[in-house]
């Protein structure tokens, strides 16, 4: 959902580009250029008062944010597998949470050399058959096996739109395209239990109002067996990890994928996952 002058700024674009235009107003190639350089889409962002930080972002108010997190909180938690509802909701409420996930990582000296060199986890940017040939048990092998398992890539994490700094736009990434890595390390499926499991060691760790939600209401989808275990079991053991894990952010596991996923864990200060089926 744009802003509405967002959409009014698409419309006058459209106009303008006239009956012969291909269409893609946004683009602007051919726009006249204003007498001191700036476009025309330039001028009317500043006449308006906003300005885009970083490629795809959307300016967007507080009413305009509280509108998006309300609406995706209600169509995540209905379907909990729309993930672009969930990314979303976590950009759309975590003003409070990123400056903190980010300070953490200006103090420390890996995380601070994320921030610098803002690596991205993309099969363009992952050898995978390197990682396949790593022997069974380190972080590489066990990632692509999970990926594989689990039929899913990090190309599907959406990119951030909506948070007003970029900076933090890049803290958010960051979290999404780790997530996958979490649910290695952690042992945990992409079934809704496996899910909620993560969403409740990632609600620990980051305080990231969508992780919270999706840990206190994803398990309204689980039979009462799997309800048992996840009390008894498996909350108690995530929520211990969190606590005791350093920040998950300043972990640069891009260099770690010979490592141990065991070694790994206990560097972190995650517990062995606890012997029940998931």
Known sequence: MLPLRLLRRAGASLLRAGPSSPGNAWLSRSEPRARDGRG???????????????????????????????????????DPYRHDMVAVLGETTGCFALPKLRDKMKQHPEGYRILQERPRIRLSTLNMAKLRGLPDGSLGREYVRFLEDNKVSPDTRMPSKFVDDEELAYVIQRYREIHDMMHTLL????????????????????GLPMCVLGAVFGPIHLDARKLQVLATDLVPWAVRSGLNATCILNVYYEQRWEQSVDSLREEIGIFPPPAVQV
């Open 187 to 206: 042992g945990m499926p992409t079934n809704i239990l496996g899910e909620v499991v993560v969403k409740w060691f990632e609600a620990v760790q980051t």
């Open 40 to 78: 025309r889409e330039e001028e009317e962002e500043e006449e308006e008062g906003y300005y885009r930080l970083y490629p795809g972002h959307i300016p967007t108010s507080p009413l305009q944010k509280a509108l998006l997190a309300a609406g995706s909180a209600l169509v995540a938690l209905a």
